[in-house]
């Protein structure tokens, strides 16, 4: 038992004088497996749409079904040593894709042993970072923390204690069904991914969808109201911004800076190459770093809690301390964050250097502890790491230039450092909310640690590998993979050390983003849809209009019962998401095997076929939320 912030005794689900099997050779096994494929999945996503999804409760599901079903085990702290693996994949994904592909657009050449060394130094110091913080943010802020998807995860091992193999068949279900999709699409080109169409009398103007079942689950899982202001953006780039550019430079000859043709001769697609994607980026940079700023008092606040809480712990000796409340010794946790500083200063892969190890030892240890804050009040989904990595970013920059690195070689250390510290975040948040799902079931704190790290090993060894496949099969930065966060990073490092930046276009950006905040809307999810491409964002819609359609038919269910069927939808979102991008990084891998496997055009061009495969979809997603007969 553990004291929290009000003085009494929290008892967790499995008490600390109780030991089940927990950090076993079977556990790490399947936690090594599904960190892999979270990590890819996720990795693919990130590119894909520029947004994230926890892995936890899906991965926490399979556990159940794999170890219960087929093993007939019956250990919670080894379903729950499973999905902390996991989410260590997951959340290395999510770190890579917002940095590393900057890389790969600039064109130069990227040893794996780079791509690597910056995922595992990144990944090993969250962890590391943020051991030391779990008893004062975990423990003792346990009743004002709450750590959504941390607390739902838990709720999720303990109701599979008393059953729950439909949930994994939920899982498994949504996996088939994007798996297919995406088969017949991207596979075997049975039929088009994309419908869209122009809107008559509307110069320029485009509406459009994409099928993928994966941004569909997306829309789904971060509801109606996030999805809908994320298509606004996309509506304000495609019905606004370019057809406004395309009428006024209807009769101009001239060249604007930075096109190289004349505005006349630019279709819809050019212009928003040429000139919104520069306005997107300038609105992403800007919501990024207003997001940060709102959480100013939070971020003093955790510092200063942060001095105390470790203050404080001083005064614990391990002898005192009960199974559930020890973490990984604070000397190793020292030693570890230390040699990884030294090894990165002066590695011979990335070439940071003093300066870059410097800037990663002083924002990582800044920003993991707002990261393992903040996740525990908004949750992982909705933490603020895309401003912390921009102003890590912006910083670096300058500090490099001043040095006298510029070109190529300035944008890539800096490119670096931002990729180190954002992948540290990304692990920081997850392990956060890993801890306290251990903390509510009764885990063991530094087996958590450890299995987190092992998860960071395994998937860490293959990133790079992935990374490189999507990158041959689909091109960084292209339609199929618009990366949009590392996209942006790529942007504001070469405009700083190279001084080339269309500025108006980022301020015009830049204001965007500041009128979307004063609406009291979330600047930073408007910006990423203004960002990319309509189609895209449009089929986010979708998701969170079946989830709108769901929570109005449920609405006077009872709350235990709204529960059960927002995650059972949660579920087969999940297994959408997962589906679509593990068969994408698949096809990708056939494609680098051989090219000519996969047809180069549809082999049918109508529209409506594929538009009807996704209502059906759309359909089989709001059925798995909305039963006919729903079970206890």
Not at 92 to 116: C, N, R, S, W, Y
Not at 289 to 314: C, D, V
Not at 363 to 387: C, E, K, W, Y
Request: charged share 10%; aromatic share 8%.
């Amino acid at each position: 038992m553990s004291n929290n912030s009000s003085g009494k005794k929290f008892q967790p689900y499995i008490p600390a004088s109780k030991s089940l099997p927990e950090l076993t050779v079977t556990a790490i096994v399947l936690g090594i497996i599904l960190s892999i494929l979270f990590g890819a999945a996720n990795a693919y996503l990130g590119l894909k749409v520029g947004l994230t999804v926890s892995a936890s409760i899906p991965a926490a599901v399979i556990s159940m079904g794999i170890l219960r079903g087929i093993f007939r085990r019956d250990s919670i702290l080894e379903n729950n040593i499973v999905q902390t693996m996991t989410t260590a994949g997951e959340a290395l994904g999510a770190g890579a894709v917002f940095t590393i592909p900057a890389l790969f657009m600039m064109g130069v050449e990227i040893k794996q042993i780079m791509l690597v060394f910056i995922v595992l130094t990144g990944g090993f110091l969250g962890v590391f970072m943020m051991v030391p913080l779990r008893r004062m943010l975990i423990v003792n802020e346990h009743e004002t923390l709450p750590y959504p998807e941390g607390t739902a995860c838990a709720e999720v091992l303990k109701t599979g204690e008393k059953g729950g193999g439909t949930q994994a068949k939920l899982v498994v279900f949504g996996f088939a069904i994007g798996g297919v999709v995406k088969v017949l699409t991207d596979g075997f080109k049975l039929f088009r991914s994309d419908v869209q169409t122009g809107i008559y009398n509307f110069q320029n103007a485009f509406i459009g969808t994409q099928i993928y079942p994966a941004l569909l689950g997306v829309g789904f899982i971060i509801g109606p109201k996030i999805a809908g202001q994320m298509v606004a953006g996309g509506l304000m780039a495609s019905l606004v911004l370019i057809p406004s550019i395309a009428f006024f430079g209807a009769g101009s000859s001239d060249v604007i800076f930075p096109a190289t043709e004349a505005l006349k001769t630019l279709d819809a697609s050019m212009i928003w190459d040429n000139y919104i994607r520069y306005i997107g980026a300038g609105a992403v940079a800007a919501g990024g770093l207003i997001t940060l700023a709102k959480t100013l008092p939070a971020i003093w606040q955790t510092l200063r809690s942060t001095m105390i809480g470790l203050n404080k712990s001083k005064g614990y000796k391990v002898m005192e301390l009960e199974r559930t409340d020890k973490d990984i010794p604070m000397k190793w946790v020292l030693i570890g964050i230390a040699v990884l500083i030294v090894v990165i200063a002066f590695d011979p892969f990335t070439n940071v250097g003093v300066i870059g190890a410097l800037a990663i030892a002083i924002f990582g240890f800044l920003f993991v502890t707002v990261a393992s804050r903040i996740v525990g009040i908004v949750g992982s989904s909705s933490s603020p790491v895309s401003g912390m990595t921009i102003a890590t970013l912006l910083i670096v920059a300058i500090a490099y230039k001043s040095f006298g690195y510029t070109g190529t070689e300035g944008i890539i250390l800096t490119l670096t450092v931002a990729a180190i510290v954002c992948t540290a975040l990304a692990v920081a948040g997850d392990i956060s909310q890993d801890l306290k799902t251990g903390y509510l079931v009764g885990g063991t704190p530094w087996k958590q640690q450890v299995a987190m790290m092992i998860g960071v090993m395994a998937s860490g060894l293959v990133m790079g590998y992935i990374l490189t496949l999507l990158d041959n099969a689909y091109g960084m930065g292209s339609e199929a993979l618009p990366a949009p966060k590392a996209a942006l990073m790529k942007i504001l490092a070469e405009g700083i050390l190279n001084g080339n930046l269309p500025w108006t276009l980022i301020f015009i950006g830049v204001a965007i983003a500041v009128v979307i905040e004063f609406l009291g809307l979330n600047s930073l999810v408007f910006a990423v849809g203004l960002y990319l491409p309509l189609n895209i964002s449009a089929t986010v819609m979708f998701g969170g209009f079946v989830r709108l359609i769901v929570n109005q038919v449920i609405k006077r269910k009872k709350d235990k019962e709204k529960a059960v069927r927002i995650e059972r939808g949660t579920l087969f979102a999940s297994g959408l998401i997962a589906g679509e991008s593990l068969l994408g990084v698949i096809i990708a891998f056939i494609i680098s095997i051989n090219p000519n496997i996969i047809p180069t055009e549809y082999l049918l061009s109508n529209q409506w076929l594929p538009f009807l495969v996704f209502l059906i979809v759309c359909a089989l997603l709001y059925f798995s939320t909305v039963p006919r007969k729903q079970k206890a």
